[in-house]
Nanobody, 123 residues
Framework: QVQLVESGGGLVQAGGSLRLSCVSSGLPFGTYAMPWFRKTPGKDPEFVAAINWNGVSTRYGDSEKGRFTISRDNAKSTLYLQINSLKPEDTAVYYC????????????????WGQGTQVTVSA
């Protein structure tokens, strides 16, 4: 059974930082591309960042460049998202996902999803 479990969200003031984690089990983590998406009520999931299987290749959404850093530790089957200089518009539920191919920016191309972690940024 595949499980992706996100953590690290919370309430933070604007300008602060958070590091989100996504721990994987039940799949060969080191061979999977992993992204972060975020979702707010009434909107489609927004692509945040993605990383290939060995961490060499990363891709970011246009609104996240420079403040977001995606990384992974295959030995720990864990994906990370470092978010700096948080803004109120970063408030969302952040999800990790997995697919056994190259990273994609499209949410419907990912088979496995976590339950999400809430990030709330106060002004």
């Amino acid at each position: 059974q595949v499980q992706l479990v996100e953590s690290g969200g919370g309430l933070v003031q604007a300008g602060g930082s958070l590091r989100l984690s996504c721990v994987s089990s039940g799949l060969p983590f080191g061979t999977y591309a992993m992204p972060w998406f975020r979702k707010t009520p009434g909107k489609d999931p927004e692509f945040v960042a993605a990383i290939n299987w060995n961490g060499v290749s990363t891709r970011y959404g246009d609104s996240e460049k420079g403040r977001f850093t995606i990384s992974r530790d295959n030995a720990k089957s864990t994906l990370y998202l470092q978010i700096n200089s948080l803004k109120p518009e970063d408030t969302a539920v952040y999800y990790c996902a997995a697919r056994s191919w190259q990273p994609s920016t499209l949410p419907n191309e990912y088979r496995y999803w976590g339950q999400g972690t809430q990030v709330t940024v106060s002004a």
